[in-house]
């Protein structure tokens, strides 16, 4: 069989086993959150928010620290991306004006560093927003409020957990990377580095018993000792400006 026909043929298999993939995982955290480690990061990050605004005078350093240190890996990632995809373009454009016969052909070269940029670009603008979520995070969870808002506290959780999801979504646009990078070299490698990466990824992405055990457990405790600092402690209220509301007003301030 011709190297044309394998590409054919392997090529859309090796994408459509990449897609399979990742159709079960975004299936699996909308039903089975705690099954994979997304689905359990994101568990663990919106108890962290819940513990750091317990007492945002005393842990507003430590959370602005722990999400600037997520804003620099953003970055780096996304200074990355946007690197490589310069580079591919440049390596393209000479590759496309000079006179010597190309190793492959002009059609199949150009969709193979078009497929390569997008992926590349795709993880810049998924960095790009997991730093916008970082950075207004960064300012909501330090900010003035009740300490027992619920709402607010639920916002916040679901504002970093947007962009824990940008960085995971900009990771597999890395990881798609490799097997546009193989393609070069033939359909095989292509198609063996899909079904390779898919595999690793089923590893790394989901989550054995004992640790979702241990995680359960470790909520349920800091859910009743929640439970039990706000049964027992008053409410603090930390007024925002121009704000004339009593304390034991319950109108919302978000």
């Known amino acids: 069989m011709e190297q044309e026909q394998l590409e054919y043929v392997l090529v859309p298999l090796g994408l459509l086993v990449f ?6 995982l975004v ?18 990050r919106h108890q962290w928010v819940l513990s750091m605004m317990s007492d945002p005078l005393k842990n507003g350093v430590l959370a602005v620290q722990t999400i600037r240190n997520n804003i620099m890996a953003s970055t780096l990632l996304s200074t990355a991306a946007i690197t490589l995809s310069s580079l591919i373009g440049i390596f393209a454009s000479s590759t496309w004006n000079s006179d010597a016969p190309p190793f492959i052909s002009y059609g199949s070269s150009s969709i193979k560093h078009i497929s390569i940029t997008i992926c590349f670009l795709v993880a810049f603008l998924c ?8 950075c207004h995070v960064s300012f909501l969870i330090t900010a003035p409020t009740l300490r027992d808002q619920r709402e607010y506290m639920e916002y916040i959780a679901k504002t970093l957990n947007r ?3 940008s960085w995971s979504i900009g990771l597999r646009a890395f990881y798609l990377s490799f ?6 070299y033939g359909p095989v490698p292509m198609f063996a580095c ?10 790394l992405d989901t989550t ?5 055990d241990f995680h359960s457990s470790s909520f349920k405790k800091e ?32």
């Open 19 to 24: 897609l399979t993939y990742h159709v079960w």
């Open 27 to 44: 299936y699996t955290i909308l039903h089975n959150p705690l099954r994979t480690v997304i689905g359990l990061n994101a568990e663990s």
């Open 127 to 134: 960095n790009v927003q997991c730093i916008r979520y970082y």
């Open 163 to 165: 962009g824990s999801h």
């Open 179 to 184: 097997p546009f990078f193989l393609w070069i």
């Open 194 to 203: 899909c079904s390779l990466t898919c595999l690793i990824l089923f590893f």
């Open 208 to 212: 054995a018993k004992i640790t979702r």
């Open 223 to 254: 859910k009743g000792t929640h439970d039990v600092e706000s049964a027992v402690e008053p409410d603090y209220y930390y007024p925002l400006p121009g704000d004339n509301l009593s304390p034991n007003s319950g109108v919302s301030h978000v």
